[in-house]
């Protein structure tokens, strides 16, 4: 534990305080950047984790140990707001009529465009927000708690789609694709995008792909069927993997860019979903459709490496997805309790649902932190390959839990679509399986720590 503060300001914050509790420089400050641990063992009752220092001066200290903040910055709360206030004023009304009915909710979507959510993480220089995947998580648990089908929608443009593109695209790709996708609209037209992977046979076991792109030169000719597309129908572009050759194995697979308006490219009928009825999910056929050669990302075979790189980012969008099913679930049904009256008082003066309410808090809680972990292991260049499959599992089996037990505590009401929560225990199902399906999950977090 050495170091050298010569000039330090620290930010100690007094378990339970809302805001800091700024101290000035002093002598102490000074032995207690030398020795942390005595700062720590003297004022047990400063919050190690919240503890913040601002050095200037500072010879090998342990970053991770000072730097730990549990606080979002101002840029943060206001982006969950923004998120926030679209979620009630947009995507609440009509969201019981727009999952009855299987609408896609077009109309959201070119608003959440026009507010830069779109093409969140995406660099200005291809009509992007610029903004981080912290960023990113907030704004998706805000929409989540109130629609996802708005959400997945969202998610798969930002972090499968965009992000793939922006990451291993060449910059004619990201110019042509990249600056609309962000923008989310092109000539005033919706403009999103579709991420194919899944196959009838290939669904956890990826790397099974049948669809078959053939070199013929300076064209990919492709042929195939692609399953559970989100955004089928949608999308302008797709992001296609395939089969080049067999013989290698998942060294064999492409990604292409992929027009949906190109000759053979055929969407199959709608999928009648148990939830998120309102997301558009089809299967996409493709016979003998020409692709150029400019449309393959990356070398030759770098196809699966790209589907599983990005997916790694996708689910901390799915994982955030279920963080906010779970946390709209849950406020729902905190906002009940206290209305509800049973035995002669409001059922949350009740052990059984305070129990219940506490439990909910707590993995939602914990789903929260492992999400924004994940999200700030990527904006730090950290490997999130694991902390996004924990994030995943853990939030969306959080997610099932939780808006089943937010039924629970409706009882009878909770059984009906006015109340929201049987809707939300609807969509949290899916979060255990797009995007790598909790087994999958296990998988990756296995091969992780076991290696
Ligand atoms: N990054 C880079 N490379 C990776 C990788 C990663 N995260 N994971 C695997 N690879 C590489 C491996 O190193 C291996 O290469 P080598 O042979 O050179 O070592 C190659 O890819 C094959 O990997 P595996 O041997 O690990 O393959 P596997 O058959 O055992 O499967 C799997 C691994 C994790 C199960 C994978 O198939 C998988 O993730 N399946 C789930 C697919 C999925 O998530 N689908 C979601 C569809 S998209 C969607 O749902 C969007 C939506 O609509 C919302």
């Known amino acids: 534990m050495q170091g050298l503060g010569l000039f330090i300001v620290f930010l100690p914050q007094r378990r339970g305080d809302a805001a800091p509790l700024r101290l000035r420089v002093s002598a102490v400050n000074c032995i207690c950047c030398l020795f942390p641990h005595l700062l720590i063992s003297t004022f047990p009752h400063f919050s190690r984790t919240s503890v913040s220092f601002s050095p200037i001066f500072l010879l090998d200290l342990p970053h991770n140990y000072y730097h730990m903040q549990f606080q979002l910055s101002e840029e943060h709360l206001m982006i969950q707001k923004a998120a926030r206030d679209f979620a009630n004023t947009e995507c609440l009304p009509g969201v019981i009529e727009r999952d009855e009915h299987q609408k896609f909710p077009k109309e959201q979507i070119m608003k959440l465009a026009e507010l830069g959510f779109m093409g969140m993480m995406v660099s200005p220089d291809y009509g992007g927000s610029g903004m981080d995947t912290v960023s990113y998580v907030l704004a998706m648990e805000e929409i989540s708690k109130v629609d996802a089908s708005v959400s997945v929608c969202m998610s798969v443009n930002n972090s499968l789609v965009s992000w793939g593109l922006e990451a291993f695209g060449n910059e004619e790709q990201k110019k042509k694709y990249l600056t609309p996708l962000a923008q989310g609209q092109k000539d005033g037209e919706l403009y999103i995008g579709a991420f194919l992977l899944s196959e009838p046979e290939a669904g956890s076991d990826a790397t099974s792909q049948r669809t078959t792109a053939e070199d013929k030169g300076d064209y990919y000719l492709l042929n195939g069927i692609k399953n559970w597309i989100t955004n089928g129908s949608s999308a302008s572009v797709y992001l296609v993997m395939a089969q080049t050759d067999v013989a290698k194995g998942p060294k064999g697979i492409n990604v292409f860019i992929v027009e949906k308006a190109w000759p053979g490219v055929t969407v199959g009928a709608k999928e009648n979903k148990l939830g998120i009825r309102g997301s558009d999910t089809h299967s996409i056929s493709f016979t003998d459709v020409k692709v150029p050669k400019e449309n393959r990302i990356g070398a030759d075979g770098f196809g699966f490496t790209f589907a599983m790189k ?142």
């Open 310 to 451: 990005t997916l790694s980012g996708g689910r901390i969008g799915i994982a955030s997805q279920a963080l906010g099913i779970a946390s709209g679930a849950y406020e729902r049904a905190l906002a009940y309790s206290k209305q509800r009256k049973a035995f002669g008082k409001e059922i949350m003066h009740h052990q059984a649902i305070q129990f219940k309410l506490a439990d909910m808090a707590t993995r939602i809680e914990a789903s929260r932190l492992l999400c924004l972990k994940a999200a700030w292991e990527k904006d730090n260049g950290i490997d999130y390959t694991l902390s996004s499959s924990m994030a995943k599992v853990y939030a969306s089996e959080t997610a099932m839990w939780v808006s089943t037990e937010a039924v629970q505590v409706h009882g009878g009401y909770g059984y009906v679509k006015e109340f929201h929560v049987e809707r939300l225990m609807r969509d949290a199902k899916i979060t255990q399986i797009y995007e790598g399906t909790s087994e999958v999950q296990r998988i990756v977090i296995s091969r992780a720590i076991l290696k």
